[in-house]
């Protein structure tokens, strides 16, 4: 069973489209993360939710918006793609009950904005 | 503010070698965790080590070894007798109850393994 999965793999769309990537973990997990993963592998948090509610919202343009369903889904969505949108984004869950646990993180989307 | 520092980009080691990750960070914080992720060229992030403030101890896990040491902020990484396998991009991260368990990664050292 795959821990933490994301929907899709790769994009490639093009300037100025909408699109979004899911997430979902089966870990039980009450925190999930959005990072993002620069051509130099930089990985940088976006956003953090527990228990559907943002805790951590980085400086990131609003075209991005997260999305929680329920705790075992964190969505992104993206308006009005630009260039510079192009990387890894990754997904990712952890326990937080008071103590600072390991991240477990999907296997990330590769987006491409041509 | 939490900050963790890998200062060596890249490395190339034969393999067998022994190969030896260097990792500081800055915390202003007393409970604090630290942890080591690898990367291979497949792009998945793999969790390797937790380990917190309050616990020095060195860890051992096969051919992987962890040294922290408080006194001087770090917690570096010893692969010993390398492997080809072993060739990834290694993460090191900070994380503290105080900042809301956020994580502030290293910016990576990538590791070549040459068979």
């Known amino acids: 069973d795959t821990a933490v999965s994301q929907t899709p793999k790769y994009l490639v769309t093009q300037m100025g489209n909408d699109k979004s990537i899911k997430c979902e973990q089966n870990?039980?997990?009450?925190?999930m993360y959005w990072y993002k993963q620069d051509s130099k592998k930089f990985l940088k948090i976006m956003f953090s939710?527990?228990?559907?509610?943002?805790?951590i919202n980085e400086t990131v343009p609003n075209r991005f918006s997260p999305k929680s369903p329920d705790k075992a889904h964190l969505n992104l969505h993206i308006n009005s793609l630009e260039l510079g949108d192009s990387a890894v984004y990754f997904c990712a869950s952890s326990q937080t009950d008071g103590y600072t646990y390991e991240q477990y993180f999907g296997p990330g989307t590769r987006l491409t904005v041509t | 503010a939490q900050k963790v520092t890998q200062a060596q980009t890249e490395i190339s080691v034969v393999e067998k070698e022994d190969v030896t990750l260097d990792c500081v960070y800055e915390?202003?914080?007393?409970?604090?965790?630290l942890f080591w992720y690898k990367q291979p060229p497949s792009g998945e992030l793999v969790f390797l080590i937790r380990?917190?403030?309050?616990?020095?101890q060195n860890e051992i896990s096969g051919r992987y070894s962890w040294n922290f040491q408080k006194s001087t902020s770090s917690f570096n990484f010893t692969i010993t007798a390398s492997q080809v396998v072993d060739s990834a991009v290694y993460f090191c991260?900070?994380?503290?109850?105080?900042?809301?368990?956020?994580?502030?990664f290293g910016t990576g050292t990538s590791l070549t393994v040459i068979p």
């Open positions: 915390t202003r914080d007393t409970t604090y965790y």
């Open positions: 939710y527990n228990n559907k509610e943002l805790i």
């Open positions: 870990l039980g997990h009450d925190t």
């Open positions: 991260a900070l994380s503290a109850p105080n900042t809301g368990n956020q994580f502030y």
């Open positions: 380990r917190n403030s309050f616990d020095e």
